[in-house]
């Protein structure tokens, strides 16, 4: 896609600071870290979202989250990985990517969804019955 940032940035148009590189995936620092060393693990391969993303690059994403997991747990306590789908979820870059976000003892950073909510069960039946029937 030639607008985007993250496809810029793996054609080698755009500086980024690289920190891994496979046929499939790419991993680099993000712009504005919520921890030293946020990562993003990002797929060569341009889809918005996730569930447009073809099974064997899913595959070697996972791969590469799990790298970068690796490594960062080597120097840090904790770590969170984060994926936005569309702009209501937070979603920025429109390029299907993960965030590995170091975590340490008072690093100050505030991760959950804020709110818990109440549902029936009747509710939760149809909720389920509609999940198993979409996958
Ligand atoms: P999203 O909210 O889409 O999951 O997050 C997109 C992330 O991409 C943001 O955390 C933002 O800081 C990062 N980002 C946006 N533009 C650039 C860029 O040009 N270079 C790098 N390294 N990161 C970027
Ligand atoms: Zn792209």
Redesign the pocket.
């Known amino acids: 896609m030639t607008d985007c940032?993250f496809c810029k940035?793996i054609n080698k148009e755009?500086p980024?600071?690289l920190v891994f590189e496979d046929p499939d995936t790419i991993a680099?620092?993000?712009?504005?870290p919520s921890s030293l060393g946020h990562t993003?693990v990002v797929s060569k391969e341009h889809v918005k979202t996730l569930d447009e993303l073809p099974d064997a690059q899913a595959q070697s994403l996972m791969l590469t989250i799990k790298k970068l997991t690796k490594a960062l747990l080597k120097e840090n306590q904790g770590c969170n990985i984060?994926?936005?789908n569309n702009s209501v979820a937070?979603?920025?870059?429109d390029h299907v990517?993960f965030?590995v976000v170091p975590r340490n003892e008072g690093d100050g950073l505030q991760l959950n969804f804020g709110v818990h909510k109440e549902f029936s069960g009747e509710e939760k039946k149809n909720v389920i019955e509609t999940i198993k029937k979409n996958i």
């Open positions: 940032i940035i755009v980024a600071d680099f620092l993000d712009i504005k993003l984060i994926q936005n937070g979603q920025i870059v990517h965030h």
